[in-house]
T-cell receptor
Framework: DAGVIQSPRHEVTEMGQEVTLRCKPI?????LFWYRQTMMRGLELLIY????????DSGMPEDRFSAKMPNASFSTLKIQPSEPRDSAVYFC?????????????FGPGTRLLVL | QKEVEQNSGPLSVPEGAIASLNCTYS??????FFWYRQYSGKSPELIMF????GDKEDGRFTAQLNKASQYVSLLIRDSQPSDSATYLC???????????FGTGTSLTVIP
């Protein structure tokens, strides 16, 4: 299996621009998670989906952030407009989640720098 | 109060020593516990998971769980320089499939 795939791997943009991060989960996994990692706050859960439906978006920092999962093999995280404080590494992870005990597998991350 | 707490370190041990990493959690109903390793600039990767009280061994790694004390630890025996990384503790509170991660402990193994 190819594992979780994320794109782009690096993104540099200017404040105010729209940023779209993409994720392809492991085939067959029915849970998908978006995390943000910074030195100050560590790994924070932003939102997660089960069977393409958003379950908990309480970690989404504000309305500038939105996430979609139009099908089982694709999800996007969008920031519009972007701000310098959004600079972080954004990880996507997926899991089977049948019993609630399965582990999560992480993608390589997208390193976002907002100037 | 944070859901999962870890000592941020850094923790330094000499090569060949035992490294001990600790984690406490707040949700007494939590059911599953995970240790992830994250090398600098890389994504977290699973090392071990544990569900039951007691010890679970996998090679040089031993996870220990004490639900009564709400405490989980990771022991690394015969530490190697390649073990130098940040170790993240994750807890599934059994209220869904989301995890709560600690902020991680940075480990350096000195040759």
């Amino acid at each position: 299996d190819a594992g979780v795939i994320q794109s782009p791997r690096h993104e540099v943009t200017e404040m105010g621009q729209e940023v779209t991060l993409r994720c392809k989960p492991i085939s067959g996994h029915d849970y998908l998670f978006w995390y943000r990692q910074t030195m100050m706050r560590g790994l924070e859960l932003l939102i997660y989906f089960n069977n393409n439906v958003p379950i908990d978006d309480s970690g989404m920092p504000e309305d500038r952030f939105s996430a979609k999962m139009p099908n089982a093999s694709f999800s996007t995280l969008k920031i519009q407009p972007s701000e310098p404080r959004d600079s972080a590494v954004y990880f996507c992870a997926s899991s089977l989640g049948k019993t609630g005990l399965e582990t999560q597998y992480f993608g390589p991350g997208t390193r976002l720098l907002v100037l | 109060q944070k859901e999962v707490e870890q000592n941020s370190g850094p923790l330094s041990v000499p090569e060949g020593a035992i490294a001990s990493l600790n984690c406490t959690y707040s949700d007494r109903g939590s059911q599953s516990f995970f240790w992830y390793r994250q090398y600098s600039g890389k994504s977290p990767e699973l090392i071990m998971f544990i569900y039951s009280n007691g010890d679970k061994e996998d090679g040089r790694f031993t996870a220990q769980l004490n639900k009564a004390s709400q405490y989980v630890s990771l022991l690394i025996r015969d530490s190697q320089p390649s073990d130098s990384a940040t170790y993240l503790c994750a807890v599934n509170p059994n209220t869904g499939n989301q995890f709560y991660f600690g902020t991680g402990t940075s480990l350096t193994v000195i040759p």
